[in-house]
């Protein structure tokens, strides 16, 4: 899926990466991310694919942060059908908690359009070079949607995998 993200930005500036490169960064991520905290080794993933293939690392973080807003949004859509699910089943089901984890994607809604709106306007107010690094940000972080009906349904089958692995360790 971050392959993909990132085929999205780069729209055949470079060779596109490869599915086993993509892969390798991505495990050498999560084991960063096993050693550190505030999730760093998506950053240092970013960071490894930047220097490999020169591309700016503004524009790589936007494509994990975009990676990070779709299992998000994902993560609603599955809260909302474990809620649902849960009603159906009579348990009691903790509404303080489905109305607080709900209020992150509005969240993330409101700053991805007011990143598209005031993109112009905060490019205006930033130095140079700092309105270049958020022009690639920006570009990496929205222009990475274009094929998003498959990036979803990848995100879904990666978190189905997540929550079936979850599901057949709790049964062992």
Do not use: K
Not at 42 to 64: P, W
């Amino acid at each position: 899926r971050w392959r993909l993200l990132l085929i999205n930005v780069q729209r055949g500036e470079s060779p596109n990466p490869t599915i086993w490169n993509c892969g390798g960064l991505i495990l050498v991520s999560w084991f960063v991310n096993c050693i550190t905290v505030l999730r760093i080794g998506d950053l240092y993933r970013a960071h490894l694919y930047s220097t490999e293939t020169g591309h700016s690392l503004s524009q790589t973080i936007g494509t994990v942060l975009a990676e990070r807003i779709v299992d998000v949004f994902i993560m609603f859509g599955l809260l909302i059908l474990a809620s649902v699910w849960m009603v159906y089943a009579g348990v009691d089901t903790p509404w303080i908690f489905v109305v607080l984890a709900s209020s992150v994607p509005f969240f993330l809604a409101i700053v991805l359009l007011g990143m598209n709106f005031f993109r112009e306007r905060l490019s205006r107010f930033l130095p140079f070079s700092l309105a270049e690094a958020y022009s690639r940000f920006h570009r990496g972080a929205l222009g990475s949607y274009e094929r998003l009906p498959v990036i979803l349904l990848l995100g879904l089958l990666g978190w189905l995998a997540e929550a079936g692995r979850l599901f057949l360790v709790i049964q062992a």
